[in-house]
Each structure stands twice: as structure tokens, then as C-alpha cells.
């Protein structure tokens, strides 16, 4: 797990050379927790978990940062629940959206307005489907 204390920096490089393009750090101070990141299909927005140094629950908070102004905003839901790789976010093609899994419920989240409305749900996992007829043998 790779960790930053202070603000984010978020640098863009350019592909093709390596070179810096741009560079914006975010306004938020925390130690950050890096591993677990995600970044938007457009490069537009990241999420990452943040609040490390402070003593918390289970989760660290996530946080939205806007890469082109570095504004970092602590979500009022935790979106990443590990800290060891990526998390199972899935970017919509609108640009600031994403789906994700909390307790059976999957949510979609607009950064734009910092809502989340829930979408759907996982049936319960302890569950299993079993259909008697798959499993008779046929009678001669």
C-alpha cells in the first residue's frame, strides 16, 4: 500500500516522451492511500482513499478529486473498501459517473452534483438455485 502525506499532486505526462505536460495538487492535506485508486476513462476525475493518519472505522473515506482543478471532495459514501488494489468502480460514458457495489445495492454516483441514486441490487450470495428436475434420472 503506497501512501502520499500532504496535498495530492496530479501531474500530467506527456505519453509519447515522458515529459511533464501540466501539474495541479489538490487543496485537501490528508495522507492518502494510493493503491486503491481509480482513475475516470477521461482522466477527468480520480478516487482515491484518503484520511489514513486519522483514526477511523473500518474504510477509509473516499475522496473525488477533479484533476484539472485539484479540488478533492470527501464522499459521504465509501466507495473503495480495500486499500491493497483497484476497487470495482465501472465509469458510465457521461463523463463524472460510475456504478458501485455497496451491501448488495448498486449505486450510481454524478461527481457533477455529488448525488448517488440507487440502481439496482445483488441478490443475497447465500442463496442457490436448484432445479430437482436437472438432477432425476429418467425413469424407464
Known amino acids: 500500500m503506497r501512501q502520499q502525506l500532504g496535498p495530492l499532486a496530479i501531474v ?16 485537501a492535506s490528508t495522507e492518502w492511500v494510493l493503491g486503491s485508486a481509480t482513475m475516470s476513462p477521461l482522466g477527468r476525475w480520480a478516487l482515491v482513499q484518503g484520511d489514513r493518519n486519522v483514526p477511523t472505522a473500518t474504510w477509509y473515506p473516499t475522496y473525488a478529486v477533479n484533476t484539472s482543478t485539484g479540488e478533492a471532495t470527501k464522499l459521504p459514501w465509501t466507495v473503495i473498501h480495500g486499500s491493497t488494489g483497484p476497487t470495482a468502480v465501472s465509469w458510465l460514458a457521461e463523463p463524472g459517473k460510475f456504478l458501485y457495489e455497496d451491501e448488495q445495492a448498486f449505486y450510481e454516483v454524478d461527481l457533477a452534483t455529488m448525488t448517488r441514486t ?17 438432477f432425476t434420472p429418467a425413469t424407464p
Open 12 to 27: 500530467e505526462i506527456n505519453r509519447s516522451d515522458g515529459t511533464q505536460i501540466a501539474s495541479v495538487a489538490s487543496q
Open 118 to 134: 440507487e440502481v439496482g441490487a445483488i441478490p443475497a450470495s447465500d442463496y442457490a438455485w436448484f432445479d430437482t428436475g436437472a
